[in-house]
């Protein structure tokens, strides 16, 4: 298994797909972290397209387990953030 691509080796690999300086592809994804960021805490979707779709999704209280003592606790109602695969990105993963 291979190591995962680090923040800086995808600024270098953006900025020669793009043809710009690394600079401009750090502003660039930095960017659209955020916009991804305060779009999906506002609570709603983002396609990124060929990626997938990055979505929040409401989760009600429920009942949790403490592994260590087995006391059965109350958790409240939260958010978790979902990643859907595009269909595109699996298929080129697996043809």
Do not use: H, W, Y
């Amino acid at each position: 298994m291979t190591k995962p691509m680090t923040k800086t080796q995808l600024v270098a690999a953006l900025a020669e797909a793009m043809g710009a300086d690394r600079k401009t592809a750090t502003a660039a994804l930095d960017a659209i972290a955020a916009v991804v960021a305060r779009e999906v805490a506002a609570g709603g979707t983002v396609t990124l397209p060929g990626l997938g779709k990055v979505a929040c999704r409401e989760r009600p209280e429920r009942q949790v387990r403490n592994p260590a003592t087995g006391e059965t606790l109350t958790k409240p109602a939260d958010r978790q953030v979902k990643f859907a695969i595009a269909k595109s990105l699996k298929d080129s993963v697996n043809g």
